[in-house]
């Protein structure tokens, strides 16, 4: 469990002001008590309402597992500099706005600050391996991490802490060694919200927003992205659009869900295009229904009525998906290809695709995930894996789009890049369709302020 247990002599930095940054690379140590003061801070800032900016996090817990060598370290004062070199390697491989601490000589706790998708927290937790293959002190610690993403696994942080235990434990076998807080995990029950979900579904009661897509080859705006949305649900609390996805997939759903959001998205675009508007739409769609035979069909039928150009359609699908199904997912991309429809990997290099996938796979672009393209201008790292993308995409002459771009360093980075587009709250926010309206004509035509 997430107790205190350290010991004096281990230096984490309890006293460290919350706002302040470190002046090393890599998350900021801290005291538990400092860890948890931000924990209760993350929860009340959670929106009571899905909301457009995605605001979530994620806590880890690192468990580091016994070996012969690790016990007669801990009864010597060797314990505490392993527990201070795992503090010091689990920091250096994290952002500046991550926080570690340690729980126990056996445990330490980490805050993913701006993490809310699995696929990126994975991705973190595989770094956090790496860190920790070898220590100077030769030990072997194994280690295990749960995980528990909020609003996901909870909105209080004992919940957020009950699930990210229970994760721990399931994660000592799994393989690799990483589990993540299912909705059961934490005290709640989200199948609560299924019949105000249905009623949602029948009267049309979810919305979408859009967010714009800038192209920099061409330096104009050339796209929007549908993001469905749960504004309200009637008798029950609204649910982020992850757990809407979650619930949907479980009882059956995603097909009404797909028309509606299909539907609704060129609905949209068609009101855009009459006012001289002509973008690409992107739409996402889940792992069920990209298994799912009659997608291809229900496409072309919503393009049909909306009288919408099929290359102007892009719809976006996980790694994962992909590779869950393989061989059912490859024939619907390959009818929805022959469409003219685009095809585009979403939040790609946290999933688990392989050149040889893609190689096979009838693709337009690739969309690098937000976490690289957030940390591009201080890791180099993550600048290294973006470009790396970016010449992936064009050898396979594939379109790159970077999503999650804030600052005009980075825009400026992946114009620089050859990156071909890029969306973020640098270039213009999640809007609805009304605001999206009243945007189109005002846009910005060059440059961009921070919003």
Known sequence: MLEPQVTDSVSVEPSTPLSARSTSPGARIVGRSAFEAELVHRCAALPVEPDASGIGFTVLLLRLRRSDRRVKLLATEGADGLLREVLQRVAGMLHDDDLVTACSRDE????????????????????????????TLGASL????????????????????????????????????????????????????????????????????????????RGTWSGIEAL??????????????????????????????????????????????????QLDLAVNLSPSMMADAALPDRVAQALAKWELPPGRLVLEVTENSIIRNAEATLG?????????????????????????????????????????????????EDMQIVRSVI???????????????????TFAMLLGMGCDAVQGYYCAKPMSAEDLLLWWPVRPRTGFDAR
Request: net charge negative.
């Open 108 to 135: 330490v706790a980490i805050l993913l600050s701006k993490v809310c998708q699995e696929g990126v927290a994975r991705l973190a937790s595989d770094r956090i391996f790496r860190a920790l293959a070898r220590t």
């Open 142 to 217: 194994r280690p295990q991490i749960g995980a528990a993403i909020a609003p996901i696994a909870g909105r209080s942080v004992d919940q957020v802490l009950s699930a990210v235990d229970v994760a721990c434990d399931v994660a000592a076998t799994a393989h690799p060694r990483v589990a993540f807080a299912s909705v059961e995990m934490a005290d709640h029950d989200d199948d609560t919200h299924l019949p105000a979900l249905q009623r949602a579904l029948d009267t049309n009661a979810l919305v979408l927003a859009f967010q714009p897509q800038y192209d920099l080859v």
């Open 391 to 409: 010449d992936l995409a064009h050898n396979f002459d594939l379109r790159a789009v970077a999503e999650g771009v804030e600052d005009a360093a």
């Open 228 to 277: 469905i949305r749960w504004p309200h649900a009637p008798g029950a609390a609204p649910l982020p659009p992850a757990r809407l996805i979650d619930l949907a997939e479980r009882h059956g759903l995603m097909d009404g869900l797909t028309r509606l959001v299909l539907n609704t998205a060129m609905r949209h675009a068609a009101d855009l295009e009459r006012q001289g508007a």
């Open 332 to 380: 619907v991309m390959r009818r929805l290809d022959e469409l003219g429809t685009r095809l585009s990997i979403d939040d790609f290099g946290t999933g688990h695709s392989s050149f040889a996938h893609m190689r096979d796979m009838p693709l337009a672009e690739l969309k690098i995930d937000r976490l690289f393209v957030a940390g591009m201008t201080a890791r180099r």
